[in-house]
């Protein structure tokens, strides 16, 4: 927890230079796309394994604060297909945050099916791998989902590590728990994909 004003309505200086500011996140600023995602889903018969096209883009948005907390983020918003299909297999958008005060990275995501995540994880600026997680339950850092979902295919938690390459890729490995009626066990349900940038990041509107 960072030492924060015991005003909460102070409304500190921001630098208005989003993409300086991002601290890890700086490297994932851009339009990416990876050809080799891997997704293991849960189906009738067990766990399928799917692979994936995936475009994902993430633009720099003006600084924002509550209060006293300064935070840095990126929007984005990604969308997969099936290799040679161009149907929509996955679609996912949400924010990546930055909190230069405490080191703290956040994860929002929400996925048109009812369901959406806020995981967070803790680094150094100049980190090049990086962990969040969101669990089930938590009002803070948590999971929520609508009743059918809650009932059928409960998600119990969610994490994210992503990696930044030397060569400038970047990728991510997810693991989400869930408990599925009529099985015992729980269910990791993981993707993975390793991208390449494909258009640069515009800046945000600030110094645009």
Request: hydrophobic letters at 35%; proline letters at 6%; a negative charge.
């Amino acid at each position: 927890m960072a030492d924060y004003p015991a005003d909460i309505y102070a409304s500190p200086a921001c630098g208005i230079d989003t993409l300086a500011q991002l601290g890890p996140l700086a490297a994932l600023a851009g339009t990416w796309e990876g050809t080799r995602g891997l997704d293991i889903a849960p189906k009738r018969t067990g766990a399928r394994r799917q692979e994936f096209f995936e475009r994902i883009t993430l633009e720099l948005v003006d600084p924002g604060n509550n209060g006293p907390q300064v935070l840095y983020a990126l929007r984005y918003h990604t969308w997969m297909s099936k290799p040679g299909e161009k149907g929509t297999y996955h679609d996912q958008v949400g924010y990546w945050l930055w909190e230069p005060a405490t080191g703290t990275v956040m994860h929002s995501l929400t996925i048109p099916r009812g369901q959406t995540v806020l995981a967070v994880g803790h680094c150094a600026a100049d980190a090049k791998q990086f962990t969040l997680r969101a669990s089930r339950g938590a009002t803070d850092y948590g999971i929520c989902s609508n009743p059918y979902l809650e009932t059928n295919f409960r998600t119990d938690s969610f994490e994210i590590t992503v990696t930044i390459h030397d060569d400038g890729t970047w990728s991510y490995e997810e693991d989400t728990v869930m408990q599925i009626t009529g099985q015992a066990e729980p269910f990791h349900h993981r993707d993975s994909n390793r991208l390449t940038r494909v258009a640069a990041a515009s800046p945000n509107p600030l110094m645009a």
